[in-house]
């Protein structure tokens, strides 16, 4: 069974780019292949394997810097597109935390509470859910802020 894809995965396959984790992966073996092609080609002229690897991780970082700039720009492309996602949701996240914006409708969460000790759907009368914010706080701890108040910090 395949998970559903978010809208940016979506776009970004339409527009033909890469995840982040394929560019790596791309990445990754473009530089391992540059370092065994100088390896094996210094090994075919005489020098011994282990100073031909040697030489070769030096070589090939300047090399694959030259050689793969298209490949490590992508990349730059990606990064920056999962930081930016990951900062959108992140900041969904803390706005939901706070209670400024109710959650991303789900077509699998019910309209109404399901109990009767769950809090007051937004369509209640304000002195209604002032009556339950009082009848919760009735246990005597008076921890229960306001809604919309956020955390103290």
């Known amino acids: 069974?395949?998970?559903?894809?978010?809208?940016q995965a979506a776009a970004r396959e339409r527009a033909g780019e890469p995840g982040l984790a394929t560019t790596v992966a791309l990445y990754t073996l473009a530089r391992l292949g540059l370092l065994a092609?100088?390896?094996v080609v210094?090994?075919?002229?005489?020098?011994?394997?282990?100073?031909?690897?040697l030489v070769a991780l030096v070589v090939a970082l300047p090399l694959s810097m030259v050689l793969f700039r298209g490949l490590r720009e992508r990349l730059d492309r990606a990064i920056a597109a999962s930081t930016a996602r990951r900062s959108s949701e992140r900041a969904s996240l803390r706005a939901q935390?706070?209670?400024d914006v109710g959650p991303p409708p789900s077509p699998?969460?019910?309209v109404a509470p399901a109990s009767p000790s769950a809090a007051p759907s937004a369509g209640a009368s304000p002195s209604a859910a002032a009556a339950a914010d009082g009848a919760e706080?009735?246990?005597?701890?008076d921890?229960?802020?306001p809604a919309g108040d956020g955390p103290a910090r």
């Open 137 to 141: 706080g009735s246990t005597g701890s």
């Open 42 to 53: 210094l090994a075919l002229i005489g020098v011994p394997w282990l100073v031909a690897l």
């Open 97 to 99: 935390l706070r209670g």
């Open 108 to 110: 699998d969460t019910p």
């Open 1 to 7: 069974m395949t998970s559903p894809t978010s809208p």
């Open 143 to 145: 921890t229960a802020s």
């Open 37 to 39: 092609v100088v390896t």
